[in-house]
């Protein structure tokens, strides 16, 4: 049977980070795919290399070891120029501390992508009013972040990371700056924009409650991979070399 192509494919992925000469040794051996159109969540205890494994599968930063496919396109011969333009052109962010610019409105902050990627400014006033009103911000347009609530902001990264019609969005601790109903909203609307846009959705988090949501849930302790669950899988996390196709 024909499978997809995946979105993003890890073989053997190692990083270790130097600090004063000291080796911290973050991710060993990783090994995964991140299917096509599901939300696929990452769940890990804090220190356990998320961030450090979603930097390397959206292109931030790269493996000291392995290879890592994204959208088909092998990243390693890529030099640091076409890496970041690959970046801009296929993977959205969304961040734990929303990282919008404080001194543009939410629809300016939308936009900004968009006028980097040198879109057409019609092109980029739909878009972006578009965006706004899907995820529930019409009457915020003219809002600056900072008289926004955190809920609030986080909606504007989310529509910010679609502007670029990128074909996976990451996501790093998207709630962990937001009270739990307001999370529960955030992880709701993530996955409206995930079948709406018809993306690839991976996002991290510690709290295992958010497993529920996810199509496919990756479990990370100690930079390795514990085993991954598919929705609808009753049994327990699986041991790592019990994973079928991994
Ligand atoms: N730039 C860095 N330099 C040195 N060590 C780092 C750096 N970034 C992260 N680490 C270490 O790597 C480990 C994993 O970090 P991280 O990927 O941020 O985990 P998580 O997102 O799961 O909390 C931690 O022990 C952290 O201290
Ligand atoms: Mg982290």
Redesign the pocket.
Known sequence: MNQPQPVAELVGVDKT?R?DAVD?P?LHNIKLLVRPGQFTVLL??????????LNIIGCIDRPDRGQVTVGGCDTGPLSDDELSDFRARNVGFIFQNFNLLPVLTAYENVEYPMLLAGLAPKVRAERATHLLKSVGLADRARNLPGQLSGGQRQRVAIARALALRPKLVIA?EPTANLDSRTGRSILALMRRMQQQYEISFIF?SHDRAVIREADDTIF?KD?VIRGIRRRGDASPVPPPDSVPGR
């Open positions: 980070y600090l911290v973050v890990g205890p804090s220190g356990s290399g998320k961030t450090t494994l790093d991290s990370l930079g």
